[in-house]
């Protein structure tokens, strides 16, 4: 039923996309259907009080309602048509749209309708219907033809729409929709070009299920939208629409209240009394709202051609007998020959710096450079207009970001890809120049500025690769790092601190390891020019966000990531390991006290959320000696307490090249680190705790880095580092074991908004691998498939939500660890002797930007879902071939945490997802 349902609704929408694309020029050019739409229009009339099944059929299809919201119908025979029945989607009553689709009487519907159509409004009232009946008054003399200043068109018959078509209509370009997240529905307009193309899509339904909207609601406007942008008919009717002006002229209110002056929110340029804004222009009426047209202009378009579009211009009484002679051919046609829009380049335009000296900074206008200021010359010239240049042109990457992202540029977050919550920021200034708080406000407070600069010293962009001196070919398997734990390490390495660390001077050719921010693979290198001029202008503490002393401290500290090397050096410089004893740490900051500025490196004398900070975020208040935190920090000398046992003028030797020392091994045996092994066809994520099974890099790096690799027993290895079970764990001191992961079951009741309590039933096969086909329905305590569940168990048996029997298992959300997203895995792995189809049945309550869900095949996504399913149970399932596979069903914290109780019914998921009758077959 549902698949018939989504069939005729695609069909509905393939015939009026089909409608619309019908070329004005093409219906202008008819005389055949000019020289008939008296009679066409006649028969229309007629055929709308007898017409099976139309929205006027009132006293069979409806009660009496309330009469109180007047709204355009969602009939597609009465485009045209205001009327206050109860006939439209619930989605309408939401505040964000109660005010742009229902009306408190039907006046204010038409005048809405007819400035935004063109057409003269038709007004049906159901109420009136009811209470008058048939025999009395016909339908159509409520109908209202007081308009005077729009465009009349009738509705002509299906033959002639038809004939015309064939015979007249011209290729047109394929549509192209949009998701408008303030609307609540898709677009086709041609505007497509001020977003990315990331959201640009061929068909109504893959716009509204993008993740961004709500899909049944966004297709339900998106459906109406469609239908009222169908032209009606070739030329406009030769008679009058009624025999009768009806009884009530239509009036606008305008008093004091409703005629307050703002930005129009769908013409640019504009303002408006049309009193169609956000409801949070109120909270700061003084920047948005305005007593009058000329303030308004004033206030919000300073200098620039301001339209005025008043909705409250008195207009003459309707005459007491209908017009003899209409206007013979629309009051304005479409143009012939449109403008043609720019379209950004492929490459971005690059100068030597002779040539850029003079380059203003603006929002990059490529695809693929969201949240980026730029100073390339690849803009419109009319920005270079005095009018527009102050709000498209800025003198400094800085004033470019905080006009542009609402907000200062951080230094240390100058990234290369944004986060996807903000990519409507590529909108250029007219999202922040038109008032929309919708699309750009999750990227306050601006903090994810990207700073693009094209002016190079006389040197070519930089690429992926090195200009000169290249390595030789990458190995299959590079040298890989690893990104670090949110709590620092309880375990120092040395008794004292030892002084300022000691940097080898880097050969001629090459200079510090730094972050290659053009697009490809995240990368670290040491080249002298293959950086933006501007960062030589920053300083000591924006640079030591950029700049760093080896390849590890540039991957660790800036991308948070495992990155690629590019050693364009005959050696890379490495220094000294300072550390402290256990009743002392790093040096940091003394804060919150009245005394001088000073520095400590004891262990609870700062705050303890420090603790949870990301590694970028604590390199910029613990230090490894005394007078780099004073320097880096207060920028001056300052007061140093020492905390430690020891004095920092007792010499101790560090052997800093020592796996044993450096990572607190004894024996034949290592802490526990994170190894990487593989086979033929799956890599096999583990940890160990060998001596020799990690690079030598890692014992040259600082006790806070060692603390992100080192760990004191197997699971907290897996856990920090990998962020689920591992799928080995090789154990050299003791043999090999495995980690025997376990499902826990919630005892009753649907899961809660936060995982309630449970009792863990053991499964001894755990981690074993499939060899066979079966499905496993978690219907009771022998679990039938070994699954890879995490340690702690990151998913419940739940005892309501179910495809079959009355048992299914569901996540437990992963929280957020300072600025380290987390996911809930539930993992198999296969080794069959012949091919077999896994499947599962899901049911998804995530939604972007704060989690999605996906099936993954050997780490490859097959099945993303970035919204939710809507409450439906679905499958998802892919074919694995012979052999060994590991398959993942994976719940993964977006890119965005939410701020807001998600309970609350907003829409917004509740990131739980169901999972039932899963296995091989």
Request: hydrophobic share 25%; glycine share 6%; with cysteine.
């Amino acid at each position: 039923m549902e698949e018939s349902s989504r069939k005729r609704r695609s069909c509905i929408i393939a015939s009026v996309a089909a409608s619309a694309l019908v070329s004005a020029d093409a219906l202008l050019d008819s005389s055949a259907a000019r020289s008939s739409s008296s009679q066409h229009d006649n028969a229309h009339r007629q055929s709308r009080r007898t017409r099976p099944g139309s929205l006027r059929d009132a006293s069979k299809r409806r009660r009496l309602p309330s009469c109180d919201a007047w709204h355009v119908s969602v009939d597609p025979a009465e485009f045209d048509t205001c009327t206050n029945s109860e006939d439209y989607p619930p989605e309408w009553n939401r505040p964000d749209l109660k005010a742009l689709m229902l009306y408190s009487n039907r006046k204010k519907c038409c005048k809405a309708l007819e400035e935004m159509l063109n057409v003269k409004c038709r007004v049906v009232d159901v109420c009136q219907e009811s209470q008058l009946g048939t025999g009395t008054v016909q339908v159509e003399d409520l109908v209202s033809t007081t308009s005077t200043t729009t465009t009349t068109t009738s509705t002509t018959t299906t033959s002639t729409t038809a004939t015309t078509a064939a015979t007249t209509t011209k290729t047109a370009a394929p549509q192209i929709f949009y998701p408008v997240p303030q609307s609540g529905l898709c677009l086709s307009n041609d505007q497509h070009d001020i977003v990315s193309p990331f959201f640009q899509f061929s068909t109504p339904e893959e716009c509204c299920s993008s993740g961004w909207l709500d899909y049944e609601s966004c297709l339900s406007l998106t459906i109406h939208a469609l239908y009222a942008a169908v032209p009606s008919t070739a030329s406009p009717s030769m008679a009058p629409n009624t025999d009768w002006p009806t009884w009530n002229p239509t009036q606008y209110d305008c008093t004091a209240v409703h005629s307050l002056w703002h930005m129009s929110t769908t013409k640019l340029f504009t303002c408006t009394n049309d009193n169609l804004y956000p409801k949070e222009w109120m909270l700061e009426s003084d920047i948005y709202l305005f007593p009058s047209a000329d303030e308004c202009c004033l206030g919000r378009f300073p200098g620039l051609a301001c339209n005025i579009v008043d909705l409250c211009v008195p207009t003459p009484s309707p005459t007491k007998m209908p017009t003899n002679r209409p206007t013979k051919l629309p009051t304005q046609a479409p143009t012939h020959a449109p403008t043609a829009t720019m379209s950004p380049t492929e490459s971005p335009v690059y100068y030597t710096s002779g040539e850029c000296n003079d380059n203003k900074w603006h929002m990059s206008r490529r695809s693929t450079e969201a949240n980026t200021c730029t100073n390339d010359k690849d803009y419109p010239d009319t920005w270079n207009h005095e009018t527009l240049s102050m709000y498209f042109l800025m003198a400094s990457p800085e004033e470019c970001c905080e006009k542009n992202y609402f907000g200062e540029l951080d230094m240390y977050n100058v990234i290369l890809f944004s986060n996807i919550t903000c990519i409507f920021a590529v909108v250029l200034s007219l999202w922040k120049l038109c008032g929309n708080v919708y699309t750009v406000d999750p990227c306050r407070p601006g903090k994810e500025c990207i700073i693009y600069d094209v002016c190079y010293e006389d040197t070519d962009p930089p690429t992926n690769k090195p200009t000169a001196h290249p390595t030789s070919l990458p190995t299959r398997n590079p040298a890989w790092t690893h990104p670090p734990t949110n709590r620092p390490t309880t375990r120092a390495t040395t008794k004292a601190p030892s002084g300022k660390p000691v940097t080898t001077k880097p050969a001629m050719g090459c200079g510090m390891w730094h972050p290659m921010t053009e697009e490809g693979p995240k990368s670290c290198t040491n080249g002298l020019d293959d950086y933006p001029s501007l960062w030589n202008s920053f300083d000591t503490e924006a640079k030591s966000g950029v700049f760093f002393n080896t390849a590890e401290d540039c991957c660790l500290t800036y991308w948070s990531l495992p990155c690629q090397h590019v050693d364009l050096c005959d050696y890379s410089p490495t220094g000294n390991v300072s550390g402290g004893s256990a009743d002392c740490g790093q040096w940091h900051p003394v804060v919150g006290s009245t005394g001088p500025k000073s520095c400590s490196n004891g262990k609870d004398d700062y705050p303890a959320s420090w603790d949870s900070l990301s590694v970028a975020q604590k390199g910029k208040i613990f230090f490894d000696s005394p007078d780099d935190c004073c320097q880096s920090y207060w920028k001056q000398s300052c007061g140093q307490t020492n905390q430690c046992e020891g004095s920092a003028s007792d010499p101790i030797n560090d052997n800093v090249n020592d796996p044993v020392d450096s990572s607190g091994s004894t024996g034949d045996c290592a802490l526990w680190h994170p190894t990487q092994s593989t086979s033929d066809v799956v890599p096999l994520v583990s940890c160990s705790n060998g001596k020799d099974d990690y690079p030598k890099s890692w014992d040259t790096l600082t006790s806070t880095q060692k603390a992100s690799l080192f760990f004191e027993d197997p699971e907290e290895c897996c856990q920090s580092y990998w962020g689920k079970a591992c799928r080995s764990i090789d154990d050299k001191c003791a043999g090999t074991g495995n980690d025997s992961g376990s499902i826990p079951v919630v005892s009753s009741g649907n899961p809660t908004k936060k995982p309630t309590s449970s009792s863990i039933l053991q499964n001894d096969e755990q981690h074993d691998t499939m060899t066979s086909l079966g499905t496993d329905d978690f219907e009771d305590s022998s679990v039938a498939l070994p699954w890879i569940v995490g340690s702690p168990p990151q998913w419940n048996i739940n005892v309501k939500e179910s495809v079959s029997g009355t048992h299914s298992i569901v996540n437990m959300p992963a929280t957020w660890n300072g600025l380290k997203k987390g996911q809930s895995t539930l993992a198999l792995k296969t080794n069959l002797s012949q091919s077999a189809r896994f499947k599962c049945n899901v049911k998804v309550d995530t939604k972007m930007p704060f989690d999605w869900f996906s099936l993954r095949v050997d780490g490859k996504v097959k099945y993303p879902y970035y919204s939710t399913s809507n409450g439906k149970w679905t499958q998802v399932g892919s074919v694995l071939s012979a052999g060994e596979h590991f398959v993942e069903l994976v719940v993964e914290n977006g890119p965005t945490p939410p701020t807001f109780d998600r309970s609350t019914g907003l829409s917004y998921g509740t990131g739980y997802v169901w999972l039932d009758d899963c296995g091989l077959e």
